[in-house]
């Protein structure tokens, strides 16, 4: 004989279950058990909630309102009422009984979230900040959370997309979800998207102070510094010890050309935390870049000792180019590659720095083993498609005609300013900068990400009209349009001038991508194409792990082609300037030319940019100001030839950059004809 309390406990908890599925079946079995029980609390509970769900909110009201006065202790019961009377609009007495819920038991972080939406509608932003801050706080225990976040930590990304994206369609004020989802953007590469929700995420919940950190953090890497400083202060203020904080502001600060306070902040930390690695490597780069290697060799070699499996720590002490690694260094990195537990991460930092160490003996044939192997592992991690790269090329030679250009003569900023140095990364770039920014009219800066930023813009506004590229969206802008994006760019700019100089140099190379955007828009902003022997630019790009933005260096097949491209591309600009009677727009610096005379080719270089010869240019060695490239060190020395033919070492593994280069390499240094 069967027992009927067990059957009834079995009715109930299939009716509840059915709640998610199909609510009006669940009201329909709730029914059911109230005409065999009459008045049994928790299916009148199920009911109330069927009617909600299903609309009927007089109807659930009528259910769940004597409910809840004869069951004061019932936290179900009182949250379900709240839910009822916020669908009827009955903001006070609603948040009352879901408060009643959160009094009886305060980790319900969907009744946290609903206060907080209901504080909102009504004004009260502060008590709504709270709520939401509440209910991140309890969101750590809310299992369709935990299966999003351990989808995250697992590296499935499209599965934990569409769960946040579903919780979000239901709750789009759950601000623990649009956090998730923000980071999630982060790391797929969406960062505009990532900024939006983040953006959100502090509109409802303005405390949420791990949201704000990586927020500040995306902004920091979309180049946007002052405003990843402004929310940087606002953690500061209520936390203005955090190790975190301090470090991105440190960092953000170097950025911006503001060594000694990033120093000083490093230094600060590292005496609360003598025993972290990353921030001790992190304050061997800002000393490296501010010219105090011996300190920056200190910094790094603390680092190591601290974390003898730090791969990046080891590749910073190799990227001084100055420091030669002794029989202990290489035994200890060779412990490292032989180790099976080895990150990747790590184990490439270790790649490249064994081939700089081996190099550095003469063993070119494992040196360049090393290098490769260190490619290989990069590459791997960040894949490139040296197609499309040649499709933009493409594009822009079929856009930037002498037509389009004479038809725009005179449109843009007339500001002479900055002075542009492009090329390739390796190039003798950073030699020329450090030549100008000796001279009293110019400053140098740093590689300024502001074209790229823009030009991310102009890509959003294309494709936003339906086009591919945003030279599209160029082209459509009248003059006014021009004269807007050029003053735009000298506004996001002026941060990093820090002298009264006339001048400044913006040396991103990978800005030769948009000669014609600068042209359109900084008429007489002056373009200087830094060009070395291809052979030994590439190879030299081959062997240098760079931090990021230089996807194209990792094989010797892409760095080639990518050269060409790049070759093609300036030789079809010099053809249309030339058309249009701008013979000499772009100042060409040939890298080998400026070694063997370099006084007739930096008296070139300024009369081009309009400066008067003065004899610190030639001595640029003795100028203290930052450098951030890989060239930090060999600009503080007189000009050499150490580097002209180091690639020769290499030649018997170079035949794919040499099929890569073609007609580019025979004909250097001038270009073939395409």
């Not at 004004?123 to 709520?131: I, P, S, V």
């Not at 979000?168 to 601000?175: A, E, N, S």
């Not at 300190?295 to 080891?314: C, K, V, W």
């Not at 100008?436 to 930023?453: C, D, K, R, Y």
Request: glycine share 6%; net charge negative; with cysteine.
């Amino acid at each position: 004989m069967s027992d009927p309390t067990a059957s009834l406990e079995v009715a109930l908890h299939h009716a509840s279950r059915l709640l998610g599925s199909d609510p009006e079946l669940a009201g329909e079995q709730a029914q059911e058990i109230l005409r065999v029980v009459h008045g049994h609390p928790a299916a009148r509970l199920v009911l109330g909630a069927s009617h909600r769900i299903c609309g009927r909110y007089p109807a659930a009201l009528a259910v769940l309102e004597p409910l809840a006065r004869a069951m004061p202790d019932a936290v179900s019961v009182h949250y379900e009422y709240g839910l009822t009377l916020a669908e009827l609009d009955r903001g006070d007495e609603a948040i009352a009984a879901l408060r009643r819920a959160l009094t009886l038991n305060p980790e319900l972080p969907q009744a946290w979230l609903r206060v907080a939406d209901l504080l909102r509608a009504q004004g009260d932003a502060a008590a709504a900040a709270e709520a939401y801050q509440a209910h991140v706080r309890h969101s750590v225990r809310d299992p369709q959370l935990l299966r999003a976040a351990q989808a995250l930590a697992e590296n499935r990304l499209p599965e934990a997309e569409t769960q946040l994206r579903a919780r979000l369609q239901r709750t789009p004020t759950d601000v623990a979800a649009l956090r998730m989802l923000a980071e999630l953007a982060v790391r797929i590469g969406r960062n505009e998207e990532a900024l939006e929700l983040f953006e959100r995420c502090l509109e409802l919940a303005p405390g949420f102070r791990e949201a704000r950190h990586h927020y500040a953090l995306v902004l920091h890497r979309d180049q946007q510094s002052e405003a990843a400083l402004a929310q940087l202060e606002i953690l500061l203020a209520a936390e203005p010890q955090q190790p975190g904080y301090r470090t991105l502001q440190a960092a953000i600060l170097c950025r911006l050309g503001e060594y000694a306070r990033g120093i000083a902040i490093y230094e600060d930390v590292l005496r609360a935390f003598p025993d972290n690695a990353r921030v001790r490597m992190s304050l061997g780069h800002a000393l490296k870049t501010a010219g105090r290697q011996p300190e920056a060799i200190d910094a790094y070699r603390g680092s190591i000792a601290l974390e003898p499996q730090f791969g990046e720590a080891y590749w910073s002490l190799a990227n001084l180019k100055t420091v030669r690694f002794g029989d202990d260094d290489l035994g200890a990195i060779e412990r490292q590659l032989a180790r099976t537990d080895v990150d990747d991460e790590h184990r490439l930092h270790f790649e490249f720095s064994l081939g700089k160490a081996l190099e550095d003996r003469g063993d070119y044939a494992a040196s360049f083993a090393h290098y490769a192997e260190g490619n290989r592992l990069r590459l791997a991690r960040m894949p490139y498609r040296a197609e499309d790269v040649h499709a933009r090329m493409r594009r822009a030679k079929r856009l930037y005609t002498p037509e389009f250009f004479a038809e725009r003569a005179g449109w843009g900023d007339p500001s002479p300013d900055p002075i542009f140095v492009v090329g390739l990364p390796r190039s003798g770039s950073t030699l020329i900068e450090q030549i100008l920014s000796s001279h009293s009219q110019v400053e140098g800066t740093m590689e300024l990400p502001e074209i790229i930023a823009m030009t991310r813009d102009l890509r959003r506004d294309a494709e936003a009209a339906g086009a591919r590229s945003y030279h599209d969206a160029l082209a459509a802008m009248d003059r006014d349009a021009l004269i807007a994006l050029g003053r735009q760019y000298l506004e996001r700019t002026r941060v990093q001038r820090k002298t009264g100089a006339p001048l400044f140099i913006d040396k991103m190379p990978n800005n030769f991508q948009h000669i014609g955007l600068i042209h359109l828009m900084l008429p007489n902003a002056k373009i200087v194409d830094a060009r070395r022997h291809p052979m030994a630019c590439c190879f030299s790009g081959f062997k240098q792990h760079f931090a990021r933005g230089q996807n194209f260096s990792y094989s010797l097949d892409d760095i080639g082609r990518y050269y060409r491209d790049y070759v093609e591309l300036m030789a079809h600009f010099d053809e249309v300037f030339e058309r249009i009677g701008l013979s000499g727009r772009v100042h060409r610096v040939i890298h080998e030319r400026l070694v063997d005379d370099t006084e007739a080719e930096v008296r070139r270089l300024l009369d081009y940019c309009g400066l008067p010869f003065e004899d610190g240019c030639l001595r640029f060695y003795e100028n203290e100001r930052p450098v951030r490239t890989a060239s930090s060190e060999q600009v503080r020395r007189p000009i050499n030839r150490d580097g002209l033919e180091q690639w020769k070492h290499y030649e018997p593994w170079l035949d794919p950059l040499k099929a890569a280069l073609g007609p580019v390499l025979e004909a250097y240094p001038d270009a073939p004809r395409f």
